[in-house]
């Protein structure tokens, strides 16, 4: 196991480069696995967990992080907020849900359910994704989830990791409508924000396939799909960063955090090119971190405990 405190040199010097092999599927491509034939990728061993993750992890609390958002849609940026709360639990890997009781099949997973919220114009954005990421860090996430609200209408997209990942999605656009596609494995970038978080040193670095975020692919139109991309890992005034950039995209991701454990996410940005057509232009989405909070926020749902949404700054 890497010690926890370790010196920046030694930091960068750790990175390694992972190549990813494997190239995407088209989307005309039928789903190759039924609901009950889960294979999941046990050719990486398990990695041990530190006392320090138990303790931090399992402490029977989630991890809640509130931040000051401006986000850019359709050609113009816009204030709002965003959260990420971390938490562990068991997760069924065959019905892919969180397990209600103790199984020997669960495998504990780091959730993130990551919102955004924010305005245009007159009527609201409501963004939630989800990914379930094995805390062994040995293999991708089991499931991650997009849902988007707003007052044309809300979609959902979801990959489940069987033989390969299963995409479906639904959507009130004419042009992408009901879908269903059968991908193979690659990094997912939603999985990136839960990796960082269990061992940013092994981040693959260089040229890579990455199948975008949920959130941009949906935001943007764009085909799901496994895009070139280039990672890199770098360090400055005490801070990590870790940058995907796709040519093809024309958008570069930065996720900006602490190179000590837990590793918490200080922010982020996301160049990329903003509304359609002849008008778009290329904007950056920035969050800022204002606090974080270790709370079993499940069970604190009266009125009484609002006062702890002031202690976010939300």
């Not at 061993?45 to 958002?69: D, H, M, R, V």
């Not at 245009?120 to 805390?135: A, C, D, E, K, N």
């Not at 496994?226 to 991701?253: I, K, Q, V």
């Amino acid at each position: 196991m890497i010690p926890f405190r370790i010196t920046i040199f030694s930091f960068l010097i750790l990175f390694s480069f992972i190549s990813c092999k494997e190239k995407s599927s088209s989307e005309n491509q039928s789903l190759a696995a039924s609901d009950s034939e889960v294979v999941l990728e046990a050719i990486a061993p398990k990695k041990q967990l530190s006392n320090a993750f138990k303790a931090y992890w399992y402490a029977g609390e989630a991890e809640i992080t509130s931040y000051k958002l401006e986000q850019a849609r359709y050609g113009e940026l816009r204030d709002g907020n965003a959260v990420l709360i971390y938490v562990t639990e068991p997760f069924l890997p065959e019905k892919q849900v969180k397990a209600d009781t103790k199984n020997p099949e669960n495998v504990s997973v780091l959730k993130l359910n990551a919102t955004k919220n924010f305005l245009t114009g007159i009527y609201p954005y409501s963004i939630l994704s989800s990914t379930f990421y094995p805390v062994h860090d040995n293999q991708h996430a089991l499931k991650t989830s997009l849902s988007v609200q707003e007052w044309c209408g809300h979609v959902y997209a979801q990959i489940n990791n069987r033989n390969t990942f299963e995409f479906t999605s639904h959507s009130y656009f004419e042009k992408e409508a009901d879908q269903k596609l059968s991908l193979e494995k690659e990094l997912l970038e939603n999985e990136v924000w839960t990796k960082i978080r269990i061992n940013p040193f092994d981040l693959p670095v260089g040229k890579i396939k990455v199948i975008p975020s949920l959130e941009y692919l949906r935001l943007s139109h764009k085909k799901i799909e496994a895009y070139g991309a280039t990672g890199a890992l770098s360090s400055e005034n005490g801070m990590g960063t870790y940058t995907l950039t796709y040519p093809d995209l024309e958008r570069t991701l930065q996720i900006y955090f602490s190179p000590e454990f837990p590793y918490t996410i200080q922010g982020w940005s996301e160049e990329f090119k903003s509304g359609f057509g002849p008008n778009a232009k290329v904007l950056t989405t920035k969050a800022t971190k204002i606090k974080s909070l270790n709370t079993p926020y499940w069970s604190q749902n009266s009125n009484a405990d609002l006062s702890l949404r002031d202690s976010l700054g939300l």
